[in-house]
């Protein structure tokens, strides 16, 4: 079964200070990974998304994740924090070999910037 | 391009009645899947519509059914209501794919309901 981890409920950066949003995914076969962000009343905002190829991926806003393969991970990172950061972010994670096409959602990780 | 667009904002029922929320996905896109996320938690996946039918579901049960239709908007009924149904409840659209590409699914501003 597929599932995700995400260890913080939340994380506290200084602004123009890097960010690190830890994830850990376990599928059965080879993932597809996102990243979404959800500020207050709402929806969530795609940022970026691993399928294949280079694992580091280049999203919105100036945000980056690295699949590691071999740690299961997927950190969601910035180098300079904003405080228009400060939201909820979700990894989500898709077993590419599924027969659907379900994503499954962590609980998602806090994220404040402070000035 | 207005986007996943949902209605109604929100929304307050009390035990035991029915709802109905409804979704126009964003221009072009011909898949449409339902959220659950409640208080604190992650998005969780109800069901997934494409080409009219319920392609895919989640652990939930039969009180939540759905309906897409030929201009692919969708709908979310929930039968019976009760205090545990009380959510954010998120649409989300996106284009069919296959095991080759995956394409992101794009998400509606949810419709708040609250069960009393």
């Known amino acids: 079964a597929q599932s995700v981890a995400q260890p913080e409920d939340q994380v506290n950066v200084a602004e123009g200070n890097p960010l690190t949003v830890k994830c850990t995914y376990s599928?059965?076969?080879?993932?597809?990974l996102f990243w979404y962000v959800q500020y207050p009343n709402r929806g969530l905002q795609f940022l970026l998304k691993?399928?294949?190829?280079?694992?580091l991926v280049k999203g919105s806003y100036g945000f980056e994740a690295e699949f590691n393969k071999s740690q299961t991970s997927f950190h969601l990172k910035k180098p300079s924090a904003l405080v228009s950061d400060s939201a909820l972010y979700f990894c989500?994670?898709?077993?590419?070999?599924?027969?659907?096409?379900?994503?499954?959602f962590g609980k998602g990780t806090r994220l404040h910037i402070l000035p | 391009d207005a986007g996943v667009t949902q209605s109604p904002t929100h929304l307050i029922k009390t035990r035991g009645q029915q709802v109905t929320l409804r979704c126009s996905p964003k221009?072009?896109?011909?898949?449409v899947s339902w959220y659950q996320q409640a208080l604190g938690q992650g998005p969780q996946f109800i069901f997934q519509?494409?080409?009219?039918?319920?392609?895919q579901r989640g652990n939930f049960p039969d009180r939540f059914s759905g309906h897409q239709f030929p201009n692919y908007s969708s709908e979310l009924n929930v039968n019976a209501l009760w205090l545990g149904d009380s959510a954010l409840y998120l649409c989300?659209?996106?284009?069919?794919?296959?095991?080759?590409?995956?394409?992101?699914?794009?998400f509606g501003p949810g419709t708040r309901l609250t069960v009393l």
């Open positions: 989300a659209s996106s284009l069919a794919g296959g095991l080759v590409s995956y394409n992101e699914q794009f």
């Open positions: 599928v059965s076969g080879n993932p597809y």
């Open positions: 691993y399928i294949t190829g280079d694992n």
């Open positions: 989500a994670v898709r077993d590419i070999y599924a027969r659907d096409d379900k994503i499954i």
């Open positions: 221009s072009g896109h011909d898949t």
């Open positions: 519509y494409y080409e009219e039918e319920e392609r």
